[in-house]
């Protein structure tokens, strides 16, 4: 069954119970959903702006893990709506839809599992998908349904085209480097790596982690004098090591810049923390770069260009949402987004 509370800024919570609550439990969710009031009818009406009833969303995920901890039991979901005046208000068609109405459905979800796909045609797949695969990578498959006997399926080829990307395998700065014919001593990833063999400097170590590290100054620690058991705090001088790290993230943050952004920001934690022995986090920088956002009129820099149909986010939605975005994961980890910068540009070729 799925219970609806009307919050003070009247957005309306729908939760998912495979129970009927007793009437202390639906106190203790009035109290958590910030004193709501639970609504009598089964149907709201009214547009409504949500998440996407296929995708349970990670705030769900952490309000019913904190249900759990509070002792309620059989708790499955919970999202959050926001009521809009018409069906044509804002919203993120990835992660948002619109409804009209709320009712015992809002989470439920009809659409049956797609049969196997059959690749005939491999280099139509790869055009219709947009894969990028090369010929010698379609080669290689070909050569795999040669020995399987059989053609690969729709799932088999999308994820060679993921996992053996240029962004997981590096095939174009590893691959040969060629110029006018003749083959170059070293592939464009080894040229930047020479960088660092040539002048160490305080670099401690490089492209061995996801993650470079270097010399740090002398620091003040304040921690346990015996980290093995329960013992006195006491502050010493240490030597310390930075980590560096830099996390592109710009296809995803242009196709959904909150989220995109925020794994960006998540990524560079992570893979700080996994490199050497690991490292904590302690503060991050971002930098925005977009076409011209318009937000006003009179900047004459600006209309130099008609202004694109934007595929995806515009500018403006970009930098708002993307600067949230990172912001948010390095706040939730313990990780403040201290400085940055934005760039704005377009060119006009004469």
């Known amino acids: 069954m799925i219970l609806f509370f009307r919050t003070p800024s009247k957005s309306v919570i729908a939760g998912e119970c495979n129970h009927e609550l007793p009437q202390a439990d639906s106190d203790k969710l009035c109290w958590l959903f910030g004193e709501a009031t639970p609504e009598s009818e089964d149907n709201l009406k009214g547009h409504f702006v949500g998440p996407r009833r296929e995708m349970i969303t990670p705030w769900s995920t952490n309000a019913v893990e904190i249900t759990q901890n509070m002792g309620l039991d059989g708790i499955i979901r919970i999202e959050e709506y926001f009521p809009v005046k018409d069906e044509n208000a804002d919203h993120d068609p ?12 809002v989470f439920t979800t009809n659409r049956q599992p797609e049969p196997i796909v059959h690749i005939e045609d491999l280099e139509a797949y790869n055009e219709k998908e947009g894969l990028a695969l090369s010929k010698e990578e379609m080669d290689y498959l070909k050569k795999v349904e040669k020995d399987l006997g059989r053609p690969l399926t729709d ?15 590096h095939k174009i700065f590893g691959g040969t480097f060629i110029i006018d014919g003749v083959e170059q001593e070293s592939s464009l990833f080894q040229m930047i790596k020479k960088t660092t063999q040539e002048n160490p400097n305080k670099i401690i170590s490089a492209y061995k982690d996801n993650v470079a590290f270097a010399e740090g100054p002398v620091i003040e620690q304040f921690a346990p004098a015996d980290h093995s058991k329960p013992d006195y705090f006491q502050v010493k001088d240490i030597k310390s090591v930075i980590s ?43 930098v925005y770069m977009t076409s011209y956002p318009r937000t006003e009129e009179g900047r004459p820099w600006e209309e130099i260009l008609p202004v694109p149909k934007w595929l995806h986010q515009t500018p403006e939605q970009i930098l708002i949402k993307a600067s ?8 939730k980890s313990g990780q403040p987004l201290i400085c940055g910068s934005v760039l ?7």
Not at 247 to 270: D, K, L, Q, Y
Not at 344 to 350: D, G, I, L, M, P
């Open 344 to 350: 704005t540009f377009e060119h006009k070729e004469k």
């Open 155 to 169: 799932s088999e080829v999308f994820g060679f085209a993921q996992i053996n990307s240029e962004h997981c395998r």
């Open 244 to 286: 560096l790290k830099a996390e592109t993230h710009n296809f995803p943050t242009t196709v959904e810049p909150f989220n995109g952004a925020s794994t960006g920001t998540g990524g560079e934690i992570r893979d700080r923390m996994g490199g050497g022995k690991g490292s904590w986090p302690i503060a991050g920088t971002a």
């Open 324 to 331: 949230n975005g990172a912001s948010d994961f390095g706040n």
């Open 94 to 105: 990835m992660l948002q839809r619109m409804y009209k109405g709320l009712d015992q459905n």
